[in-house]
């Protein structure tokens, strides 16, 4: 059964016969066995009867280097990660998707205005009270001054005075919000490995590159929780229904709490909402996009909007009726959207709504 099921997975194509690395095999089996090592062990064992693996490898070995890298360890004949095989994991997404990033500063996010912050532009403008003396541009205030009252008589007032912009910049707090419903797995497509991939190599590269930034991590399916950022690898997908009203709900409450200037949510999702909240229950409806759930759902974007709530949707489908409905979502918000598909994750269509711009974008 569990062959069947590794069978079906378009992945297996293209990576098994190209392998150099058995970590990576490793990496990808655990993430689809939510974080259960003997499972991906199993499947490995499964993989090399069929060929796919070759046989002069020795898995026995390769677990006991795990053990001794202290990726892994065993207790009570269960195998579990450690606490540095959960980073492991995180860095190992990062550099599957994110190997072809530029490196860049660490700690601050540009924007585009001026304002108070630590980078200097070439630009001037005339002092206001309160600004730091170790911005004055000193030629020009004074040419300033000698363009006032002569360069036999330089008397230098505060209107004489030009300082340098400096370029903002600013912390962010953000919440990534992966769909774990039962349509992550539906029709025996995998969505929710890749979309645990996304999730590991976006945790890794805020935590990285932005520490400054809070980061939240929550999941969605008939209910919205908080769960920890050691906990990503585990996630599973459960017989839920898709209630991204609350999700968004939830993300907006704990970003309302944060001191950070700029507040974003991180959606992971295949797009298709299907329950929501109404008067204390729970009103659902798999079948298609119900009109109800559809208007409450975009209704919170909007609400996200007006409280200057970024949302950025990563989309794991090649389906066009999917497709239209984040469309949807990301006009409401004026967001962005990332669109892939489950086997090509770090490849994909960017869309900022914001400023109708679309690209083809590559990690």
């Known amino acids: 059964m569990e062959w069947e099921y590794l069978k079906r997975q378009k992945w297996l194509d293209d990576v098994l016969p190209v392998l150099k690395d058995l970590m990576e095999l490793f990496h990808r089996l655990l993430l689809q066995a939510g974080g259960d090592v003997n499972q991906a062990f199993k499947w490995m064992r499964y993989l090399q009867e069929q060929g796919y693996v070759g046989a002069d490898v020795d898995l026995k070995k390769f677990r006991e280097a795990l053990e001794n890298e202290q990726i892994i360890s065993v207790g009570g004949g269960k195998a579990g990660l450690t606490s540095r095989g959960e980073r492991w994991i995180r860095e190992k997404a990062f550099s599957l998707m994110f190997s072809r990033l530029k490196k860049g500063g660490r700690g601050n996010h540009r924007v585009p205005r001026a304002g108070e912050g630590r980078?200097?532009?070439?630009?001037?403008?005339?002092?206001?009270?309160?600004?730091?003396?170790?911005?004055?541009d000193i030629p020009a205030s004074?040419?300033?001054?000698?363009?006032?009252?002569?360069?036999?008589?330089?008397?230098?007032?505060?209107?004489?005075?030009?300082?340098y912009e400096t370029e903002h910049l600013s912390a962010c707090a953000t919440v990534l919000l992966i769909d774990i419903s039962h349509s992550m797995i539906l029709y025996g497509e995998d969505r929710i490995t890749p979309a645990k991939q996304v999730a590991l190599a976006f945790t890794e590269f805020i935590l990285t590159r932005y520490p400054k930034d809070s980061l939240n991590i929550a999941v969605f399916g008939d209910h919205a929780k908080e769960i920890a950022i050691k906990d990503i690898p585990y996630i599973t997908v459960g017989p839920y229904h898709t209630n991204t009203k609350a999700g968004l709900q939830l993300a907006r409450s704990i970003l309302r709490r944060k001191h950070q200037p700029n507040k974003q949510i991180f959606m992971i999702t295949d797009g298709k909402p299907s329950a929501m909240?109404?008067?204390?229950?729970?009103?659902?409806?798999?079948?298609?996009?119900?009109?109800?759930i559809v208007s409450g759902t975009l209704e919170e974007a909007y609400v996200c909007r007006q409280v200057n709530i970024l949302i950025t949707t990563y989309m794991i489908?090649?389906?066009?009726?999917?497709?239209?409905?984040?469309?949807?979502?990301?006009?409401?918000?004026?967001?962005?959207?990332?669109?892939?598909?489950?086997?090509?994750?770090?490849?994909?269509?960017?869309?900022?709504?914001?400023?109708?711009?679309?690209?083809?974008?590559?990690?």
């Open 317 to 363: 489908t090649e389906d066009p009726y999917l497709v239209s409905f984040v469309e949807k979502l990301s006009e409401a918000n004026k967001g962005k959207a990332y669109y892939s598909t489950p086997d090509r994750v770090g490849d994909c269509i960017f869309v900022d709504y914001q400023k109708n711009k679309r690209m083809r974008n590559s990690f």
């Open 142 to 163: 004074l040419q300033n001054a000698v363009k006032r009252c002569g360069i036999d008589d330089i008397d230098m007032k505060e209107e004489d005075l030009q300082v």
């Open 277 to 292: 909240y109404h008067r204390g229950m729970l009103y659902k409806n798999p079948y298609g996009f119900d009109p109800k």
């Open 119 to 136: 980078e200097r532009l070439t630009e001037t403008r005339q002092y206001r009270f309160g600004d730091p003396y170790t911005g004055i």
